[in-house]
């Protein structure tokens, strides 16, 4: 895309810029053809100058590489792969989703695409070799351009780069090499999607199995995952500010989703609109399947049918998020759908609420929690509160109420780094949510104005030192601002309006 020389001039980076132009080779500045993702020269209403991906700048990547790379022995080699293109039926395919550690390794936004990192001794530089599709007229005239080979080294700081299909025999070769092999196949990575195996939907697949095969029998092939999501768990200031975008536009799409709400509109109405609004502000794509589960459908805690109507005196719980820029945002709200709540709705609800505001404050570095620790914390607090509103309950009996976890890591997955964490003491960067809820079935055990009643209140933290800072602020959580935001009391005002 041609820029007129008012363009350049008119916007604040013009300054940045002009010393990053004279770092760089020429044939990279002249936007000479379109890449295989947004760039500046193409995209810059998504892309600022420097960054590789939005919000992320090229040096970042570097040095998230630089990081890995500085965690691991000398005379290691690291290998990750590209996501695969999924396919609903025969060849219709969903809208590619790249892989998360291989996203954060590298910035690169296409399939069929994998990069190898490798540390000899004596604290050399490491080099990165980037493999990609290479350029096809023919089926670029489908698909969309592709970067090739000959953009990719000056796109993404790569020492070299080459042909996709040569990455089964270099592999082959760089890993006889080393003594230390990070990498994550079927068996080691925690699920196959996030495998090398799945990176290539193509008669290429065979062989690269009965490689992997080979490869993965080998004592010195270690989980590549467990070391990268040391690192992802700490999340930079850019990737911070990236989340805090996420969570606002989630939450506002919380607010605006409660105002829309009422009696007989179907569940997937609700689901579509929240969609629809963070689509509008330029989210990619859901971070999950929402949950919209009116009444007693709220006790599934999975429940994605969405196809039931809202009725009047009902509540309706909402696990909604946005995927924007490649981070997920994660928020639960529950309302109801007549705009006030009733009686023994808002004594639960208040109740669960009373207890995500006791854990709240403790999640920080300082206090010295893990995840472990909160749930804990917060099964004791809904047991003193359940007890408060006439429930006749032991403490293991709220496990039946709360079947739950209390929390989970999210960043660029909705839930990030596996389960290895919950026992490790939180560190400020970290971004976690924080989610109670009660789910009350027909059980004579329980009151029988809490039957079929399920809340959960979900909000993202990111931990500091010594607090949590809520990120999910623009999502109405106290009784009279839902009532308010339902009923369509609430000024959603300049910024929560366009
Ligand atoms: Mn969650």
Redesign the pocket.
């Known amino acids: 895309m041609a820029l007129s020389p008012a363009y350049w001039v008119r916007r604040p980076w013009a300054t940045a810029l002009r010393s990053w132009r004279r770092n760089i080779s020429s044939d990279y500045f002249v936007p000479a053809r379109l890449y295989g993702q947004p760039t500046f020269f193409s995209h810059p209403h998504l892309i600022e100058p420097l960054e590789t991906t939005p919000g992320i700048t090229g040096d970042e990547y570097a040095q998230r590489r630089k990081k890995l790379m500085d965690s691991l022995p000398d005379d290691s080699v690291v290998v990750s792969v590209a996501g695969g293109i999924k396919y609903a039926s025969q060849n219709i395919f969903y809208k590619f989703r790249q892989a998360s550690d291989f996203w954060y390794l590298t910035g690169v936004s296409e399939p069929e695409s994998a990069v190898i990192l490798e540390k000899r001794s004596g604290g050399a530089a490491s080099k990165m070799t980037l493999f990609v599709r290479e350029r096809d007229p023919s089926q670029e005239l489908w698909d969309g351009p592709r970067t090739g080979t000959d953009a990719a080294p000056s796109l993404f700081g790569a020492d070299e780069a080459r042909d996709i299909k040569t990455f089964a025999s270099h592999v082959q070769s760089i890993i006889a090499s080393y003594s230390n092999v990070y990498l994550d196949t079927p068996k080691q990575g925690p699920a196959r999607r996030r495998s090398i195996l799945h990176y290539l939907s193509s008669p290429r697949l065979s062989d690269m199995e009965s490689l992997l095969d080979r490869i993965s029998s080998s004592s010195k092939v270690r989980s590549l995952s467990q070391h990268l999501h040391k690192l992802r768990r700490i999340k930079s200031p850019a990737e911070i500010n990236l989340m805090r975008k996420a969570a606002a536009l989630s939450g506002t799409a919380h607010a605006k989703t409660m105002r829309f709400t009422k009696p007989g509109l179907s569940e997937g109405a609700l689901a579509a609109h929240f969609e629809y609004l963070c689509a509008l502000k330029g989210s990619e794509r859901p971070a999950y399947v929402p949950v919209v589960a009116s009444g007693s459908n709220a006790l599934v805690i999975h429940y994605t049918a969405n196809n039931q109507l809202l009725k009047s005196g009902d509540l309706v719980l909402v696990?909604a998020g946005c995927e924007l820029n490649g981070y997920a945002s994660?928020i639960?709200r529950t309302w109801p759908v007549s705009g006030t709540f009733s009686g023994p709705q808002r004594d639960l609800y208040q109740a669960v609420l009373n207890t995500l505001k006791e854990i709240l404050p403790l999640a920080s570095e300082s206090s010295g929690q893990t995840l472990h620790s909160l749930h804990r914390t917060s099964c004791e607090s809904l047991h003193q509160e359940l007890k408060q509103i006439g429930f006749h309950v032991t403490l293991s009996d709220v496990e039946r109420l709360y079947p739950h976890f209390l929390s989970?890591p999210?960043g660029l997955d909705?839930h990030e780094s596996g389960m290895d964490q919950r026992n490790q003491e939180l560190l400020s960067g970290m971004v976690i949510?924080i989610?109670p809820g009660i789910y009350v079935p027909p059980d004579p055990a329980f009151p029988k104005h809490f039957h079929n009643i399920g809340i959960r209140i979900?909000d993202e933290v990111l931990i500091q030192r010594d607090h949590a800072e809520v990120l999910t602020v623009n999502a109405p959580k106290e009784i009279p601002d839902i009532e308010g935001a339902c009923q369509g009391l609430l000024d959603f005002g300049p910024y929560w309006g366009s």
């Open positions: 696990d994660d639960t989970h999210l909705l949510t989610e979900e």
